[in-house]
């Protein structure tokens, strides 16, 4: 099984909004990832969760705020976005780091207007 | 500077040809190198990897080879489906971090019936 899933598949904000993205794994994949999709872009990192603990923040925008609250689980949490934040966002997962291996299976993402 | 780079933007081919996809990538450091499979609005979907180790990798229909020394790789696709029609992205993985995956900007595969 190399499910990844994501809720909301579809979420509509205003820029005053406070919302959350939530992604879950049960593949025991240790590390967990954010990504920004926009269309007809490849997909842009923008955290990476180690074994919970926050390993990667690509210069992320404060009004993103990651939380991995266990093995299994990776939230997004937005506040005060903009309308050019709107795009799909990606949750992945893959084994652990330092294996020699890099794949990530990605979830269905979460398509996100900001009006 | 694009790390990763995918020169063909779109190809189109024949249901039951050959579809070829090509990638290059500037970083040596770069040592696995992985193809996803992308379809309007849903997350990429895992296809198949190299190691740098190796310069050929075969799943089902779907094969990958690796040129180091031409810094090159491509996926090929025998017989291409209609259903293979979708984005394909080449990534590296390696390059001095555990996690990081380069992405190249995709080629768009059609596949005519």
């Known amino acids: 099984d190399t499910e990844v899933t994501q809720t909301p598949k579809h979420l509509v904000m205003g820029m005053t909004n406070k919302k959350s993205l939530k992604c879950e794994q049960h593949?025991?994949?240790?590390?967990m990832y954010w990504y920004k999709q926009k269309a007809k872009k490849p997909p842009e990192l923008m955290f990476v969760?180690?074994?919970?603990?926050?390993?990667i923040n690509e210069s992320v925008p404060s009004r993103f705020s990651p939380e991995c609250p266990n093995s299994s689980l990776l939230n997004l949490h937005l506040h005060a976005l903009q309308p050019e934040d709107s795009a799909l966002y990606l949750c992945a997962s893959s084994p652990r780091g330092g294996t020699g291996r890099y794949e990530q299976y990605f979830g269905p993402g979460t398509r996100l207007t900001v009006t | 500077d694009q790390q990763v780079k995918q020169n063909s933007p779109s190809l189109s081919v024949q249901e039951g040809r050959i579809s070829i996809l090509n990638c290059d990538y500037t970083?040596?450091?770069?040592?696995?190198f992985l193809w996803y499979k992308k379809y309007p609005a849903e997350g990429p979907t895992f296809l198949i990897s190299i190691s740098s180790i190796k310069d050929k990798n075969e799943d089902g229909r779907f094969t990958v080879f690796l040129n180091k020394s031409a810094k090159h790789l491509s996926l090929h696709i025998v017989p291409s489906q209609p259903g293979d029609s979708a984005v394909y992205f080449c990534a590296a993985g390696g390059g001095g971090s555990n996690y990081k995956l380069t992405f190249g900007k995709g080629t768009l595969l059609t596949v005519n019936p």
């Open positions: 969760y180690s074994y919970e603990k926050l390993s």
């Open positions: 970083n040596s450091m770069f040592d696995y």
């Open positions: 593949m025991g994949h240790r590390a």
